[in-house]
């Protein structure tokens, strides 16, 4: 399950153990800070509704022997929810069905919840999510037994906030009884856990290193940094590999409106920074930050006019390279000479992508940057 909320946003992800003998379902959870959540709810929708993009955060927190028996690569959306009406301005789900070792169904969950701190009572909450996916499949499935095996179901939530996840893992953690007490009850006492993905304890390495889509590490990157902030395009250069391969995608625009829209509405970024990052992208991604702005702006979620698209879209686009990378280039490097102010003012544009995919995978120095 995914489960998002508030402005610092949170994230956490569950994943239950599974005997792979039986049908598998997979449950995906976010947390966020977003007082509404409805600026998460549309990137998450927009991001992990595909199957590629949920299947490559699966791939990143499932044990690796787990997630090598489950179906990953064929991950079918299915329709409806399973969230309380009274709960729905907090939670936001997906359900996907897969199969598993054995060609036997399965499925897995997403859920977006808002909240602004750990949720102590989530294990009971994953617990009753399980139990309505399993009512739905044999609701709906012609081929499920009323006597036959339940569907195994992986429950996974996603979380990132301030504080790292502190709530119990496990119902049995719920249970008001001394260590004594539960060992005298043995089995009695019931357990269904999750696998919390706590997005608190990465950093951009660790991230970088996971096998995510770039929509979805994207997603990540900005679930994590965006809120509050005044400019983010001070750090989103340090990410353009994955927006360039972004841009790649034959639903980029769809993608890249949703990733503008969530920066321009938790933020403070001026709208001409985000159409001039844009413009390091190409004209694609100019013109989508210029939509996105002039959009909010009507709906009146953003104020004052939407300027600053680049005149002469093939310069626009160069200065733009070199004006991220000198940005880059101080953050990391400190105040630049002028030899490498100017190197890089009189680049091209494939050396400057040259250098600032140097510069993300890690290159030490400046010399190390220009390959010199």
Request: hydrophobic share 40%; glycine share 8%.
């Amino acid at each position: 399950m995914y489960a998002l909320s508030g402005r610092a946003t949170r994230k956490t992800v569950l994943v239950g153990h599974a005997g792979m003998s039986e049908p598998i379902g997979m449950v995906l959870c976010v947390t966020t800070q977003e007082p509404n959540g409805q600026p998460h709810d549309a990137l998450f929708r927009l991001v992990f509704a595909d199957p590629d993009n949920a299947s490559s955060e699966l791939r990143s927190v499932l044990p690796p022997r787990l997630a090598a028996r489950i179906d990953l690569d064929n991950l079918q959306p299915q329709p409806g929810t399973f969230v309380d009406p009274e709960l729905r301005h907090r939670h936001v789900d997906l359900l996907f069905r897969t199969t598993a070792a054995g060609g036997r169904d399965g499925y897995l969950y997403l859920l977006v919840e808002h909240q602004r701190t750990s949720d102590p009572r989530m294990a009971l909450r994953m617990m009753t999510y399980q139990t309505r996916i399993w009512d739905h499949h044999l609701r709906t499935d012609r081929t499920a037994a009323p006597s036959g095996p339940l569907p195994l179901i992986i429950p996974v939530v996603i979380y990132q906030g301030p504080r790292r996840w502190t709530a119990a893992t496990d119902i049995a953690g719920l249970i008001d009884a001394d260590d004594e007490l539960k060992a005298d009850a043995g089995e009695l006492v019931p357990h269904v856990s999750y696998l919390v993905d706590d997005l608190t304890t990465l950093d951009d390495a660790a991230l970088r290193a996971r096998p995510l889509t770039p929509a979805a590490r994207i997603t990540f990157v900005v679930i994590t940094k965006a809120p509050g902030d005044d400019d983010v395009t001070t750090w989103l250069g340090q990410w353009f590999d994955d927006f360039i391969r972004l841009t790649g995608l034959w639903d980029h625009e769809r993608l890249l409106k949703g990733i503008f829209t969530y920066l321009l509405r938790t933020g403070t970024t001026p709208v001409d920074h985000l159409i001039r990052f844009g413009a390091t992208l190409g004209p694609a991604a100019e013109e989508a930050a210029m939509t996105t702005a002039e959009q909010l702006r009507a709906k009146g979620f953003i104020e004052g006019r939407v300027e600053g698209r680049v005149e002469g879209r093939a310069e626009g686009h160069a200065e733009g390279l070199a004006s991220l990378l000198t940005s880059m280039l101080t953050r990391k490097f400190g105040t630049l000479d002028k030899g490498a102010h100017d190197l890089v003012a009189g680049a091209t544009e494939e050396q400057i992508i040259r250098w600032s995919s140097r510069l993300v995978e890690g290159a030490a120095t400046l010399d190390d940057v220009f390959g010199r």
